[in-house]
């Protein structure tokens, strides 16, 4: 079984700042793939950055990167240079590469809010 | 515009009617899902297609119930609704495959109360 775990259920961040949010996992599937959205207060889910468990680089876009520490488990955003618009929930899902799609779990979500 | 739709985004109906959620998408993605979001549980999923004509449950199935004649709809019902069945609902599909290529792209949402 997997399993997401998010323990910050809510953080605050300076604008400007660069903020962590913590995500941690558990699988027996030798080969998965690492998620975050966003889900701001007018509630859609947005998609914003992949971790593959076998990628040699952690990923970014943008002002987003991942920590990707396998040896741990842990996948945590990085979200640089926060912004007031960067306020929102953020959650964590992991997907193994072989089972398929019903197989994606997600975490409880964190949620940020950015303070000017 | 290319996308998924969720309607109705707000529903109020009472226990023991039954209610249908509709959920498009323009994509032509294979799959296509179901969640509920309730707080302190994040995403659970309910049901899940892989094609048309081809569904299977998720990890809270019971109490719903899906079809899929057409690649681009995934109407979810809820044949008998109770209040535990509160909740918002997010529509999802993605294509096939591994990788950042496929995300699953979601729906903005339904928020259903039953009273």
């Known amino acids: 079984a997997q399993k997401i775990t998010q323990t910050q259920p809510g953080m605050f961040v300076q604008e400007k700042e660069a903020v962590t949010l913590d995500c941690t996992y558990d699988?027996?599937?030798?080969?998965?793939?690492l998620f975050w959205y966003k889900q701001p207060s007018s509630g859609e889910m947005i998609f914003l950055i992949y971790q593959g468990s076998y990628d040699q680089q952690n990923a970014t876009e943008g002002r987003y990167s991942l920590n990707f520490q396998k040896a741990r488990k842990s996948a945590n955003l990085v979200i640089s240079a926060s912004q007031l618009g960067d306020s929102a929930m953020y959650f964590c899902?992991?997907?193994?590469?072989?089972?398929?799609?019903?197989?994606?779990?997600f975490g409880t979500g964190t949620k940020l809010q950015v303070i000017p | 515009d290319a996308g998924i739709t969720q309607s109705p985004r707000y529903k109020i109906t009472e226990t023991g009617r039954q209610v249908t959620l509709m959920c498009h998408q323009t994509?032509?993605?294979?799959?296509m899902f179901w969640y509920r979001q309730d707080l302190g549980h994040g995403l659970r999923l309910i049901y899940y297609?892989?094609?048309?004509?081809?569904?299977d449950k998720g990890e809270v199935p019971d109490g719903y119930v899906v079809s899929r004649s057409k690649t681009e709809n995934f109407p979810l019902t809820l044949e008998s609704a109770t209040r535990s069945q509160t909740s918002v609902y997010f529509c999802?599909?993605?294509?096939?495959?591994?990788?950042?290529?496929?995300?699953?792209?979601f729906g903005d949402g339904t928020r259903l109360s039953i009273l």
């Open positions: 899902a992991m997907r193994p590469d072989s089972g398929g799609y019903q197989k994606v779990t």
């Open positions: 699988t027996s599937d030798p080969s998965y793939g």
């Open positions: 994509w032509s993605h294979s799959y």
């Open positions: 999802a599909s993605s294509s096939p495959g591994q990788g950042k290529e496929q995300p699953q792209h």
């Open positions: 297609s892989a094609a048309a004509d081809i569904t």
